[in-house]
């Protein structure tokens, strides 16, 4: 009797050790060792949707990418986190309540540099509200911390231009295994290259805000069949199929930027097209058009109208 009370009591004490070990931790994003660490840019509320928020910042060295969140601003009990990462940092906070007030506070551990060895460093506490449900997602159209600037000052912005009726920002088009991915973000087009995407050049312009005539371009990805592995990755600007298409499995990544509804001045058709594996593929290039129809594509129609070059 005696030998089985001790093995319980050690076993409670295991268990005890456990909880406690693993038992979330928000104190620690009270803790601030910045010394040389610092953070440059940000943090930068991207977008924010009905059900999801996009976070940015970068900072002074290479470091850990966490982020901590809730509706009370003194109990971030929530929190997301990257592995280690780099100086650009990027989150998206998902299975949000719509038209909800949320406070966040992002945090860079572990810093490498010269200068820097093990330093941390976190932001204030700050606030979005996510839309209304069924709303538009809101765009910042700002990369702090994604580029290492503020694209206000649009030539540290790769890609983007200022013209008459706004901004304009380059629609970067990729290949991968059973998969096209297009991304108006400098950041992610460097970091899909670096995992295998093909770049295959920029396949139009979007307004980077909403001017008249636009609407929001929607990209959406599901994991592919497994045959096939990966993303597939659904573009649209019609409201009734991205709503579908959530409903599919899809998750939404967010607007990649504005494009027009009609052929006004300086725009050109985007054509969509679908692959037997289900594979999204647009371009505005007749001859990209003929390729794909050569190959099986299926040819879906116009998505909207982009434009050839900067306005």
């Not at 990418?65 to 986190?81: C, K, V």
């Not at 650009?88 to 945090?107: D, G, M, S, W």
């Not at 694209?151 to 540290?156: A, L």
């Amino acid at each position: 009797m005696k030998h089985s009370v001790t093995i319980l009591a050690l076993t409670l004490a295991s268990t005890m050790a456990f909880a406690q070990a693993n038992k979330p931790n928000t104190q620690d994003y009270q803790v601030n060792q910045s010394g040389a660490q610092k953070i440059t840019n940000g943090p930068v509320i991207e977008y924010t949707s009905d059900h999801s928020a996009m976070i940015a910042w970068s900072t002074k060295y290479p470091g850990g990418t966490y982020l901590a969140y809730g509706t009370d601003q003194n109990n971030l009990s929530q929190r997301t986190e990257k592995s280690w990462g780099g100086t650009n940092h990027r989150l998206e906070i998902k299975n949000l309540q719509p038209a909800t007030t949320y406070y966040f506070q992002v945090r860079s551990e572990n810093a490498k540099g010269a200068n820097a060895m093990g330093a941390d460093v976190q932001s204030n506490v700050e606030s979005f509200q996510t839309v209304a449900k069924g709303a538009a997602p809101e765009k910042a159209n700002r990369n702090l911390g994604v580029n290492g600037s503020d694209s206000t000052n649009v030539s540290t912005n790769p890609g983007m231009s200022t013209g008459a009726s706004g901004r304009y920002e380059a629609l970067y088009r990729m290949g991968g295994t059973g998969d096209h991915l297009y991304t108006t973000n400098a950041s992610e087009h460097s970091s899909a290259t670096a995992m295998g995407y093909k770049d295959e050049g920029i396949a139009g312009y979007l307004a980077s805000s909403q001017i008249s005539g636009t609407q929001p371009l929607y990209r959406l990805s599901k994991p592919a069949p497994a045959a096939v592995g990966g993303l597939i990755h659904l573009y649209t600007a019609d409201n009734n199929e991205r709503q579908s298409a959530l409903g599919q499995g899809f998750k939404e990544d967010g607007p990649l930027g504005y494009i027009a509804t009609s052929q006004i001045s300086g725009a050109v058709p985007l054509y969509r097209f679908r692959s037997p594996t289900g594979d999204y593929f647009m371009t505005a290039n007749p001859s990209d058009r003929q390729i794909a129809q050569q190959q099986g594509y299926q040819d879906q129609g116009t998505v909207g109208y982009i434009w050839s070059q900067p306005q």
